[in-house]
Nanobody
Framework: VQLQASGGGLVQAGDSLRLRCAAS????????MGWFRQAPEKEREFVAG????????GYADSGKGRFTISRDNAKNTVYLQMNGLKPDDTAVYYC???????????????????WGQGTQVTVSS
C-alpha cells in the first residue's frame, strides 16, 4: 500500500491544521492507521491511532484534547485535525498503516509496516 501525507505547513501558535493521508494499492479498511511525528534529533513518536473500523481511537498525552484522528474508509483516507498548535508540535508528521490484523492499535512505530513520506509542520511562537 502507498500512503501520501499532506496538509502540513507553517503556522503560528494557537492555529489549526488538518493533515490528510491518502492510501492506495491496498485494502485500507483492513489496516489500523497511525500518525507519528519526528522532531529534529528526537525519536519518532506516536501521536494518534485509529482502528480499522474507527471504533477505537488512542492519543498520546501530548495531543489529548487538541488533536482528533478520523478516517473515511470509503475515501481510503485518514485525517489528523490539530487545534491549538504549540511550538513543541513542530515536527515531520508521518502516517502509517498496520496490516498485521492485530486486535489493538499499537503505539509502537515498529509495528507499522507501511509509511507515508511525511509532511512538515512548523509552529512559530
Amino acid at each position: 500500500v502507498q500512503l501520501q501525507a499532506s496538509g502540513g505547513g507553517l503556522v503560528q501558535a494557537g492555529d489549526s491544521l488538518r493533515l490528510r493521508c491518502a492510501a492506495s494499492g491496498g485494502t485500507f479498511s483492513s489496516y489500523h492507521m497511525g500518525w507519528f511525528r519526528q522532531a529534529p534529533e528526537k525519536e519518532r513518536e506516536f501521536v494518534a491511532g485509529i482502528s480499522r473500523s474507527g471504533a477505537y481511537i488512542g492519543y498520546a498525552d501530548s495531543g489529548k484534547g487538541r488533536f482528533t484522528i478520523s478516517r473515511d474508509n470509503a475515501k481510503n483516507t485518514v485525517y489528523l485535525q490539530m487545534n491549538g498548535l504549540k511550538p513543541d508540535d513542530t515536527a515531520v508528521y508521518y502516517c502509517a498503516a498496520d496490516s498485521n490484523r492485530a486486535l489493538v492499535v499499537s503505539h509502537q512505530p515498529n509495528v507499522y509496516d507501511y509509511w507515508g513520506q511525511g509532511t512538515q509542520v512548523t509552529v512559530s511562537s
